[in-house]
């Protein structure tokens, strides 16, 4: 698969047919990563900054419906303090991640985001907390905040209705997407890999829709089952097809900023490793106080040690170096073709 060329439907099937790993692919990714990025790997802080969430999505450890998910929400003071320790630590992106907490109003962002901006100019604050109006989106955007995370999950609407509840649509996810990306936000999506019922032109669908968005960002990681969801039984995605997939994204959008995420990690620390030498340059390690860090579960054991924290950042810079790599210590903004 070339670079900068548009594969056809069933070539990107064949691709996405196979689950092992493909040296060539992966190599071919890298060497793509390396002429835009060069060997940078950009490290963001990621903030867990709400346990709650008004939605049911029947993957997720932190859906409503969960009785037995255990709940926090980080107060301003709480998240400024880990911002401190962030910056101390070299983190120059912060990610506020969250359910869809209604008791977060657009108030106490606006709030959080330009109080963070005020104290640290030279920093990025990303947004991850789902679904939200136009006008909410552009309040936080006038805030201060400069990204926003916000997958897909599934671009298929009869997929999209077979991980989802009635309440969900999306036609109103996709509507927020476009709606970030024209307030000015460098916008993030991505989907879940190996999720209950996909199918491989699901994740061709998948390919197409981003490449109708074209994001900055697109992260992607294997379902992993929670055992208090609807779907407790249904078997991990494939780790190894997940980084076939990231070698594909990154010859599909060769400027996209790709992470090493952490539902990979958890099924096994070698992948973090074999999705950065095959095309991803960002590393999301968790900054959250380790005193709630436990309760944010999306699904069965998430990692909450070792190369996972952002305290373990030192470790983190020498696997970099090990494996070919080098930390950024800036933002790390997206570079788009043109600038
Ligand atoms: N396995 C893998 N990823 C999950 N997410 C939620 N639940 C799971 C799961 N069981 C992902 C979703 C969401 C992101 C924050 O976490 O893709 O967008
Ligand atoms: Fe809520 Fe996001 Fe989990 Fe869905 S995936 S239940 S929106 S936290």
């Not at 955007?141 to 897909?152: E, I, M, N, S, V």
């Not at 780790?239 to 990231?246: D, E, I, M, N, S």
């Not at 900054?287 to 436990?294: I, Q």
Request: proline share 4%; aromatic share 10%.
């Amino acid at each position: 698969m070339a670079a900068g060329k548009n594969p056809s439907d069933s070539a990107l099937a064949a691709i996405v047919s196979s689950p092992d790993f493909d040296g060539e692919l992966s190599s071919l990714a890298d060497r793509k990563r390396r002429e835009v990025y060069s060997d940078e790997v950009y490290l963001r802080g990621l903030i867990e900054i709400s346990s709650y969430c008004r939605n049911n999505c029947y993957y997720c450890g932190l859906r409503a419906g969960n009785a037995n998910a255990l709940r926090y929400r980080l107060s301003k003071d709480e998240i400024l303090e880990v911002c401190k320790e962030g910056y101390g630590l070299g983190f120059r992106t912060f990610v506020l991640q969250g359910g869809e907490d209604p008791s977060f109003t657009d108030s106490f962002i606006c709030d959080v985001v330009s109080s963070i901006k005020k104290l640290y100019p030279d920093c990025a604050v990303t947004l991850s907390i789902g679904e939200r109006d136009y006008s909410s989106y552009k309040a936080f955007f006038d805030a201060g905040a400069d990204r926003y995370l916000l997958r897909h999950e599934t671009a298929d609407e009869k997929h999209y209705r077979m991980l989802h509840p009635e309440s969900m649509s999306l036609q109103k996810r996709k509507e927020c997407l476009f709606a970030l990306k024209e307030i000015g936000y460098q916008v993030g999506s991505g989907f879940m890999v190996g999720s209950p019922y996909q199918t491989v032109d699901n994740i061709v669908a998948d390919l197409r829709f981003l490449q109708l968005l074209s994001p900055d960002m697109i992260g992607i990681g294997p379902f992993v089952s929670h055992w208090s969801t609807p779907f407790k039984d249904f078997e991990n995605g494939s780790a190894l097809l997940t980084v076939r997939l990231v070698s594909v994204l990154r010859l599909l959008f060769p400027h996209s900023l790709i992470p090493a995420t952490t539902s990979l990690a958890t099924i096994g620390e070698e992948y973090r490793k074999k999705a950065l030498i095959s095309g991803a340059n960002v590393i999301m390690p968790n900054l959250t106080p380790l005193k709630v860090r436990k309760k944010y579960e999306l699904y069965n054991r998430k990692l909450s040690s070792s190369l996972e924290s952002a305290q373990a950042v030192e470790q983190i810079k020498a696997m970099l170096t090990d494996i070919g790599y080098r930390a950024a210590s800036s933002r790390g903004d997206v570079k788009r073709p043109d600038n």
